[in-house]
């Protein structure tokens, strides 16, 4: 146990003096996770090389050294939870340039954290108006139930297009219902856009247009503009994103890892039954099994049945 963390960290470090911070993060997450699983305390130089990788958050003050303290003291914001949150390098990085007044186009993975720098700018700002578009209805009320529960005292959190607005407001909407408070309201402090590559017809023939003719009738009355995507490397010349700072992030939080198993299966269906339940014996963890097609729910479903006894339990009763 001991060499394999010494190994490990030998390897963080190594990585790090190359300047391959990535490939160091990912190593160090999948030995964080190891620490967590045999119930192992971070050692001071674990600690070090979470500082040392930005992932800030992943700090255990009790056993860091007073550098790691203090940073995961200093990177401390209030995002509007009881308690203020520790924010990545990166987070914190985005979070200063908004407070700036910086109009930015981001690309971060999808497991970055956004929603924590638009909540943090939010209760730091104070803005009046703010208007923030998601790709489906779905988004909207995951989206308005994480704001109402943070902002709902000081903000009116409005998601459909027959409330009046109030004095402070959070308007939550797909695009196609963006437009109908142009005329109820005569500015927005910030316009947040998740999803705008979907602007371009390529990604979205359906609903480009929509999302186009949102973002430019809104972004002319908006003071400030934060677009969000995942997996851009850069931006061709736009109207939408022209006057706007374009940031290309690949810092990760997680670490994912693909066991290619098809190659071994070759769509023999028996082979496939007898993996997933191997898979799902490797340790006690929640899953989620994506399934093509109804039929492979059906399939799964019998699988799973078959091979597991009922779990009694009161709720699913």
């Known amino acids: ?54 992932l800030f958050p992943y700090l255990r003050e009790e ?15 209030n995002v509007g939870e009881d308690k203020p949150v520790t924010l990545h390098r990166e987070q914190s990085f985005l979070l200063k340039k908004l407070l700036s007044g ?49 902002f709902a005292s000081e903000y009116k959190i409005i998601t459909t297009t027959e409330v009046e607005p109030g004095e402070k407001n959070i308007f939550i909407f797909p695009q196609e219902r963006a437009i109908s408070y142009l005329n ?5 402090d910030i316009l947040i856009v998740d999803e705008f590559y979907k602007a371009s017809n390529v990604h979205d023939k359906e609903r480009s247009p929509s999302l186009i003719k949102a973002i430019i009738k809104l972004g002319q009355k908006s003071k400030q503009k934060y677009f969000l995507a995942p997996n851009i490397t850069s931006l061709s010349e ?51 099994i994506y399934a093509g097609t109804y039929s492979n729910i059906d399939t799964i479903s019998t699988i799973v049945l078959t091979n597991y006894g009922e779990k009694n339990s009161k709720l699913l009763d």
Not at 3 to 22: A, E, G, V
Not at 68 to 76: A, L, M, P, Q, S
Not at 113 to 129: L, R, T
């Open 184 to 188: 109820k309201v005569d500015y927005f």
């Open 102 to 150: 910086k109009s930015l186009a981001v690309s971060a993975p999808t497991s970055f954290g956004k929603s924590f720098v638009i909540d943090a700018f939010i209760k730091i700002n104070k803005p009046k108006n703010v208007v923030i578009i998601v790709p489906t209805i779905a988004l909207t009320d995951e989206t308005r139930r994480r704001l109402y529960r943070k």
């Open 238 to 288: 736009n109207p939408f994103t022209q006057d706007m700072e374009f940031i290309h992030l690949d810092f990760s939080t997680v670490f994912l890892e693909i066991n290619e198993l098809y190659k071994e299966i070759n769509k023999d269906s028996q082979k496939k039954g007898e993996k997933l339940i191997e898979i799902l014996n490797i340790k006690e963890t929640k899953s989620l």
């Open 1 to 54: 146990m001991e060499d394999y963390i010494f190994d490990t960290c030998q390897n963080i470090n190594t990585l790090l003096q190359s300047d391959k911070d990535n490939e160091a993060r990912e190593v160090l997450i999948k030995l964080l996770d190891y620490h967590n699983l045999k119930q192992i305390a971070y050692t001071p130089v674990v600690n070090h090389f979470i500082r040392e990788t930005g």
């Open 63 to 77: 056993t860091s050294n007073w550098e790691e303290r203090y940073i995961y003291d200093v990177f401390k914001v």
